[in-house]
């Protein structure tokens, strides 16, 4: 758990009937649920569904990420503590976040959720001109609340399909965290994200792939000279993931981070040539 924890202690009977669902951090859940709650009715029914099942995230409003809050609730992906991973990734190597001749970065957050992965890039790199799509209504509906903030546009559609014509050829820095699980393994997931996040974020078909593959046929249009797009993987289909996106001008590698359990496949379009 990555959320910070309010000092105040939470009643014990809280800590019970979290601890007596299966909650493995009880005590720290207690206090953020008794910090989120406007009174006793309220807190009594937040914990309720914790204690169903319910993500933490989704029943308090908002979940830690990269030292941000983000908005999140029913019917969205809550972003996962290893996507930090991803976005350090992704402004590594933005010295003073911009580009040669001083032009902030384009960012492009793609199958966006909550908007957190875009929403941490561009906090990372002030002046980055920040976009996100995703396909799911929902989503889309909770990634405004973090996106417009931020300065951000938002957009409805299937992956590319809803995105201004004017960003092709030159985001800079496309993150897509595609769905990645395979269908026959959606069973196995954890009850909180196999029975209250959406299905169309999880599901990568069945080699947890079919996203991805739709994604490579299009990246290059849509990368700048020099671009980058990141996506995650499962440590057993990063080189399978690699090697669809590497092709047409784009190489593509591998890097992990064992402390955080993630993977991220990094394909970058070649510079434009010199003068």
């Not at 959406?198 to 079919?210: E, I, Q, S, T």
Request: charged residues 20%; negative net charge; proline residues 9%.
């Amino acid at each position: 758990m990555s959320t910070p924890v309010p000092a105040e202690p939470a009643p014990a009977e809280i800590v019970t009937r979290l601890r007596a669902a299966g909650c493995v951090f009880a005590e720290e859940e207690a206090q953020l649920l008794v910090a989120a709650a406007a009174g006793p009715a309220q807190l009594s029914a937040m914990v309720e569904r914790r204690a169903g099942g319910m993500p933490l995230e989704h029943v308090v409003g908002w979940a830690g990420f990269c030292g941000l809050r983000i908005a999140v609730g029913p019917g969205v992906f809550v972003p996962r503590r290893r996507t930090e991973f991803l976005v350090r990734r992704a402004v590594s190597g933005w010295a003073g976040g911009k580009r040669a001749g001083g032009r902030p970065p384009v960012v492009l957050d793609l199958c966006c959720g909550s908007g957190a992965v875009g929403v941490a890039v561009a906090a990372a790199l002030p002046g980055a001109a920040l976009y996100a799509a995703d396909i799911d209504p929902a989503a889309v509906a909770w990634a405004r609340r973090n996106v417009l903030p931020a300065g951000g546009q938002v957009y409805q559609g299937d992956l590319f399909g809803p995105l201004p014509d004017a960003l092709r050829g030159h985001v800079d820095i496309l993150a897509v965290n595609v769905p990645y699980v395979p269908t026959g393994e959606i069973p196995l997931l954890p009850a909180e994200a196999r029975d209250h996040e959406p299905r169309v974020a999880l599901d990568g078909g069945p080699d947890g792939l079919a996203v991805l593959r739709r994604v490579a046929a299009q990246a290059a249009r849509w990368l700048a000279p020099g671009g980058r797009l990141l996506t995650e993987a499962s440590e057993g289909q990063a080189q399978a993931a690699a090697a669809i996106l590497a092709g047409g001008g784009v190489t593509a590698a591998v890097t992990s981070d064992d402390e955080l359990g993630a993977t991220v496949v990094t394909a970058a379009r070649e510079p434009a040539p010199g003068p």
